[in-house]
C-alpha cells in the first residue's frame, strides 16, 4: 500500500537523521539538562532570589532595554549563571523553576511600569498561561490569540515534534508589552534521571518548524524525533499524507550536552583564570575612580566579589557563560554546594544593586557605571592572570569562613570549624 511505502522513506530519512554527525547551528536559543534534584527552596532564600533577580533585571532593562532581557533569558548559560548567582546549587533541575518563580514574583508587580510580563510555571500554573497572555493583551493591546498560539506551539514542539524522552512539566512565557517574547520550560526523563530545559525567542527565528533551535550540542546518544530539522521536511509532508490513512508510530533523534550528574562543584567545572581574577579584583579593588562606590555601606571584599560576578551576569557577553559553577562563587547554594549561602554578604549585595539602580533612576549614573566597571576590570585582571593553588582549598576556605558572612543551607545555620586539638605525650 501507499502509506507502507510512505513508512519506509520516513524511517531511512529518520535513521539518517539520528546518525549523522552534523551538529545544526539552529534558531531557537538551545536547552540543558540538568540531574533531577528534589527538594524546596526555604523562604529566606526564596524571598533573597525575588528581590535579587527582579534588581538584576530592572538593571539590565535600565542600561539595555526589554529585548535584551528576553534575549538573555533565551541563552541556557546566561540563564544558569543568573541561577547559580541567585544562589540555587549551580547544575540543578530546580534552578528553572526556582528562578523563574522568583523573577515573576518580582517582576509581574512592576510589569506595567517595566513592559516585561511573566506567565505560567509548573504543573497547574502551565495552564494558566493562556487566560494570562489574554488578559495582558487586553491591557497592551497586544493581538492575545498570537501569543497564546505561539506558547502552545513552542510547549507541542518540544513536547511533541522533538521526541527525545522529555515530557514538558514547566512552562513559563515571557512577553513584553512590544510583544516580544522568550519562553522556557522544562521536561523530564524518568529513565535517565535528568530534566531538559528549552528556550525560545521570538526574534532568533522565523518559521516554528524551520530549524527553531541552536546550539544542539552533544554526542549521538541514539535515534530519535527532530522534525524541525530542515531535513525532515519531506518527512513532516509525509507524515501528513499518511495521517490521513492511518496513524504512524515514529522513531526517536538528536544529542544534547548535558551538566554532569555529581552534585558537588569540582575544578573542572569552573574557569579557574575567570574566578581568580574575580577573586584578585574583590582583595585588590585597584580602582581610583571607585572612591564613592567603595565608601557603600557593608562593601567589603566578600561582598565585592558577590557584585563583581552580578555585574558579569548583567554586562558579561554570552562566552563569558560557558562555565556557569563559577557563578556560584557569588552567593554560595542552598544545599552547601560549593559553600553555604553567605546571607549577610547577599543582603549588601542587594542593597548594593538596588540603590545604584534607584540613583541611575533619577539621572545618578555614578554607582551604575562603577557596577558596570566591575565586570570590565575582572575581564582587564583576567587576560594577565595566572591562576594559582587549588579550587579545593578554595572552597574549604569559604566553608570555613562561612559563619562570619550568615552562611546558611536548608539545614541550618553554619558553624565555625572545629579546631583541631594537638595531643601531647607530656
Same mark, same amino acid.
Given at each position: ?16 537523521? @539520528?546518525?549523522?554527525?552534523?551538529i ?5 536559543s538551545? %536547552?540543558?539538562d ?13 524571598e533573597?532570589?525575588?528581590t535579587?533577580g ?10 539595555f532595554?526589554?529585548?535584551?532581557v ?20 549551580w547544575?540543578? =533541575? $530546580? ?8 523573577l515573576?514574583? =518580582?517582576?509581574?508587580?512592576?510589569a ?7 506567565c505560567? !510555571?509548573?504543573g497547574r500554573?502551565s ?6 497572555l489574554t488578559?495582558i ?8 490569540a ?10 507541542k ?8 524522552? *522529555? ?9 513584553s508589552?512590544? !510583544?516580544e517574547? =522568550?519562553?522556557?520550560?522544562q521536561g ?9 530545559? *528549552?528556550?525560545?525567542? =521570538? ?18 546518544? $541514539?535515534?530519535?524525533?527532530?522534525l ?9 509532508d509525509s507524515?501528513?499524507d ?8 515514529l ?5 544534547q ?19 581568580g @581574577?574575580?577573586?584578585?579584583? @574583590?582583595?585588590?579593588?585597584?580602582f ?5 562606590f567603595?565608601?557603600?555601606?557593608g562593601?567589603g ?13 548583567i ?9 556557569p559553577?563559577?557563578f ?7 544545599? !552547601? %554546594? ?5 546571607t549577610?554578604? *547577599? ?5 548594593v544593586?538596588k540603590?545604584?539602580i534607584?540613583?541611575a533612576?533619577?539621572g545618578h ?9 566591575l ?5 582587564r585582571?583576567?587576560?594577565n ?25 536548608v ?7 572545629i ?8
Open positions: 500500500m501507499f502509506w507502507l511505502a510512505q513508512i519506509r522513506i520516513i524511517s531511512l530519512q529518520l535513521t539518517y537523521l @539520528a546518525n549523522t554527525n552534523y545544526s547551528i539552529m534558531k531557537k538551545g %536547552h540543558a540538568l540531574p533531577l534534584h528534589g527538594g524546596k527552596v526555604p523562604r529566606w532564600l526564596a533573597r532570589m525575588s535579587m527582579g534588581a538584576i533585571l530592572e538593571a539590565i532593562i535600565l542600561e532595554g526589554k529585548s535584551e528576553l534575549r538573555r533569558i533565551s541563552d541556557p548559560g546566561w540563564f544558569q549563571s543568573l541561577g547559580c548567582v541567585l544562589g540555587m546549587d547544575h540543578s =533541575s $530546580g534552578i528553572t523553576t526556582s528562578v523563574l518563580g522568583a515573576k514574583s =518580582s517582576m509581574n508587580p512592576k506595567n511600569e517595566l513592559g516585561l510580563y511573566f505560567g !510555571g509548573r500554573h495552564k494558566k498561561t493562556p487566560n494570562e488578559d493583551a487586553l491591557k497592551t493591546g497586544l493581538n492575545g498570537d501569543l497564546v498560539r505561539s506558547s502552545k506551539l513552542t510547549a514542539i518540544d513536547n511533541n515534534t522533538i521526541q527525545d524522552g *522529555y515530557q514538558i512539566y514547566l512552562h513559563s512565557f515571557i512577553v508589552d512590544e !510583544g517574547w =522568550s519562553v522556557v520550560q523530564m526523563n524518568t529513565e535517565n534521571g535528568y530534566a531538559r530545559r *528549552y528556550h525560545w525567542h =521570538s526574534n532568533s527565528f522565523k518559521e516554528f518548524l524551520d530549524q527553531p533551535h541552536t546550539d544542539i550540542v552533544g554526542k549521538n546518544e $541514539g535515534p530519535i524525533i527532530n524541525t530539522d530542515k531535513r525532515a521536511k519531506i518527512t513532516r507524515i501528513l499518511i495521517s490521513r490513512e492511518k496513524p504512524v508510530h522513531l526517536r533523534e538528536i544529542s550536552m548535558r551538566l554532569p550528574a555529581h552534585h558537588d562543584v569540582r575544578q573542572k567545572d569552573v574557569d579557574l583564570k575567570r574566578l @581574577a574575580v577573586l584578585a579584583l @574583590a582583595q585588590e579593588t585597584p581610583a575612580n571607585f572612591e564613592s567603595l565608601l557603600t555601606k562593601l571584599p566578600r561582598t565585592l566579589q558577590s557584585l563583581t560576578l552580578v555585574s558579569e551576569v554586562y558579561g557577553t554570552p562566552s563569558r557563560f560557558q562555565d559553577a563559577r556560584s562563587f557569588a552567593h554560595g547554594g542552598k544545599d !552547601g %554546594h560549593p559553600f553555604p549561602v553567605p549577610k554578604v *547577599y543582603d549588601n549585595s542587594i542593597n544593586l540603590k545604584s534607584e540613583k533612576k533619577i549614573y555614578d554607582k551604575m557605571r562603577a557596577f558596570k566597571n565586570h570590565t576590570a575582572a575581564k585582571i583576567e587576560e592572570f595566572t591562576p594559582k593553588g587549588n579550587l579545593d582549598d578554595l572552597i574549604e576556605k569559604e566553608r570555613n569562613e562561612s559563619y562570619k558572612y550568615g552562611g546558611r543551607t539545614n541550618g545555620f553554619a558553624r565555625p570549624p579546631e583541631k586539638k594537638q595531643l601531647s605525650l607530656f
